[in-house]
């Protein structure tokens, strides 16, 4: 890369700023032995970063023989992100610092009706009121945002910034809906497919790190894959890769119109509705409660107790059901990793994994490898989180102009 010594200066710097934010506070000496920096270069770095309000001193090293050694650390107060998760229940906001630390969240139920106004006017305050919230509770206001990414079911249609396959997610499908959001937040703002952000997650925090092809299969409210291929997702012409809810598959009704019908395929044969039904056949008698509530427990419990023939049973069938989508799948894209993940397939754990593995070396040629997901609280938000953090952190840290 040709450049001045302002443009080595600016590689220097982000590179300095990625180690403190992957090990946290470092001192001069151990800085300068991961970059390769001789300690001045290494003083001179950091007392630049110092002045830019980036870096801050935060104490000494203790421990070690010699005087203790001053220490420094990423100032936590460079820049501040919103993530937002959204289904049909709820928003849930949360606020992060440019470290990655959660500092501030905030739930409220999604409304059923807005009430006056439009159905995006009356979407749009309720984010605005999740923001503000999340804002608030991290001791900020809306206006020291940075960014916001919001996580939803669907896509959003690059090509008419609608929401497509999310018919359940009630004032999200008009056509000014962005227009109207970007207007209210005084901060830039993304927008992506939950099970997208879900897989953002593992791939920044958890079981799919250093894996630049991989599918995350997702099972909680509904049936969904996020496909990262060459290290980035795979969105498609509208926003609807990795829709396989809507994949024919042997087993399930062959359903036209699915968009309209909003069911059939393999979202049919092993989504978190089909588990109840499965459960009544083999004699088991599933909880009363919404419908994928139900399915977490009734997988839970029997991979808790798998010597219970019927639980037995029931992980067999569902793996084998699983199996099925997944062979279509791995057929055409053959992943190097596959990350099971969503409340229902959590709760089947490394049992479930184990059969759905078995199966599918039946069903295809390509043999990924089978894991589950390592992001267990909020992966959607948290994938939000990242989103929005990697982009700020290459605005907030390149040093180039200052």
Sequence with gaps: ???GPGTLRAMNDRAALDLLLEHGALSRTRLGKLTGLSKPTASQLLARLEAAGLVVATGTSEGSPGPNAQLYALNPAVAHVVGLDVTAARIHAAVADVTGRTVGSYELATAKRTGGGSAAEGT??????????????????????????IGTPGAFDPGTGRLRYASHLPGWHSPTLLEELAAALPMPLAYDNDVNL?????QRRGAARGHDD????????????????????????????GEVGFLPVPGATLVRQVTRANSGG???????????????ELGLTPERGHYAEVAVELVARAAADPEEPRHAELLARYAQRLAVGLAAV????????????????????????????SELAELAAPRPRLVTGEVERHPVLTGALESALATTRDEVFDTTAR
């Excluded at 749009?124 to 940075?146: F, I, M, N, S, Y």
């Excluded at 909680?220 to 990262?228: C, R």
Aim: without cysteine.
């Design 330 to 357: 791995v057929a055409v894209l053959d992943p190097q990793l596959i990350v099971l993940s969503g409340a229902v397939l959590a709760a089947g754990g490394d049992r479930l994994r184990a059969l759905v593995q």
């Design 198 to 202: 879900a897989a953002v997650a593992e």
């Design 214 to 241: 991989f599918v995350l299969l997702w099972n909680e409210e509904g049936l969904g894959a996020a496909v990262v291929i060459g290290g980035r997702l795979h969105r498609g012409g509208t926003g609807g890769a």
């Design 266 to 280: 393999f979202q049919e044969l092993a989504g978190a509705q089909a588990l109840a039904p499965l459960a009544r």
């Design 1 to 3: 890369m040709a450049g």
């Design 124 to 149: 749009v305050r309720r984010v605005v009121r999740a923001v503000d919230g999340a804002a608030k509770d991290a001791g900020l206001t809306r206006a020291e945002l940075h960014r916001a990414v």
